[in-house]
């Protein structure tokens, strides 16, 4: 029994695509979701592998079905026959690609925004400033009559990183990167999430990268942890910086990474959806010892987050009182020269009125008999 061509062809594409759809759901390959955001990445991740997993099957079945079906016969020595190109199939595998390739760009970008984007009001200056160059003239007058935009990277920055917590671990020779002093020119950020605005605020934490740890501080509790907990729920923003060299904040379980960058701050927003203890790995070369900078974040309830929050205060003001407590205080002056007294044979009381003076003490009879004398 003879199918058509097209029959075949048509067969072919519907099991390719059956087969592609199963294995881009069902691939297996990233570990649990633990963050609102990772759902809309994992989306993403499989429709490319839905995309890639057809591709893949496509190629290596024309390559194994050419190798069988155009296979040279036994005792032939001729040529194959002259191909000269075929323009329709040309175009449709430059096409094709094209297509796949611009659908994913413009889903990514979708992504992107959803999970926050850039702010645009970072870039709302550089336009009105653009605006203004474009009139002859007018660029001189601005620059005379409005003063340059505050350097919104510099400001945030400082507020971040100048926490008293990592005042032992900060390097200060490290340069700030500063904007150019232009109106409107600052850098780009992640803005908060679309769906989030105007609901609960999000909470802020510092986050802090060295060779080779990470240091996480909680503004206004004076709480510092080496390890990182936040409440399941609400949507989190890490202010982050680097002390020395370049680190790059990731949880495989957030699919979210952010680069941690001498003298700048980024900002990473993700919002826990799973309680449990996920691991913090630094995903850029930073040194040797670059495999063992490792921590966990601890995605908890919001009330055993807030009971673990008042703890950690409780615990840091029992080790300040603790502190305080053993500090030594300064020596009376008998205390001081009470090994030396024993050592010297003078009497204790003499001692007592060195250190008295305007106090009468008995006399012993040698120093009372040298008085009489006198």
Sequence with gaps: MNIPPSISTLLIGIVLTLVSIWYGQNHHLLPSQASEEALLIDNL???????GTGLFLLVIGVIL??????????????????????????????????????????YSFEIYNQIGGLNPMDHH?????????????????????????????????????????????????????????????????????????????????????????????YPDTGVVSGELHVPVGREIRLDITANDVLHAFWVPEFRLKQDAI?????????????????PVI????????????KTTVIAETPEDFNTWLKS???????????????????????????????????????????????QSYPMSGHMASLHSAS
């Design 125 to 217: 200056a550089m336009a009105h400033a653009s605006e203004v160059r474009s009139v002859p003239g007018s660029a001189l007058a601005a620059t005379l009559e409005a003063p340059p935009r505050e350097n919104l990277n510099q400001q945030i920055q400082e507020e971040a990183i100048r926490d008293p917590a990592t005042a032992a671990v900060r390097n200060e020779t490290i340069p700030q990167l500063k904007d150019a002093p232009e109106r409107g020119v600052t850098s780009g950020r992640i803005g908060p999430t679309p769906d989030k605005v105007g609901k609960l605020p999000e909470y802020a934490i510092n986050v802090t990268g060295l060779q080779y740890a990470w240091i996480f501080t």
């Design 65 to 106: 079905f050419s190798a069988i079906r155009f296979r040279q016969k036994a005792g032939d020595r001729t040529d194959g026959p002259p191909v000269h190109g075929n323009i329709p199939l040309e175009i449709l595998w430059t096409a094709i690609p094209s297509v796949i390739v611009l659908g994913i760009s413009i």
């Design 45 to 51: 991740f499989n429709a490319m592998m839905t995309i």
């Design 262 to 278: 001498p003298g700048r701050q980024s900002e990473l927003r993700f919002t826990p959806s799973k309680p449990g203890t996920y």
């Design 312 to 358: 950690q205060q409780v615990a840091n003001q029992e080790e300040n009182l603790k502190t305080i407590a053993l500090q030594p205080t300064e020596p009376s002056t008998e205390d001081f020269l009470a090994p030396y007294v024993a050592q010297m044979g003078i009497p204790a009381e003499a001692i007592q009125q060195i250190s008295d003076p305007h």
């Design 282 to 293: 630094c995903a850029e070369l930073c040194g040797a010892y670059h495999g063992a900078m």
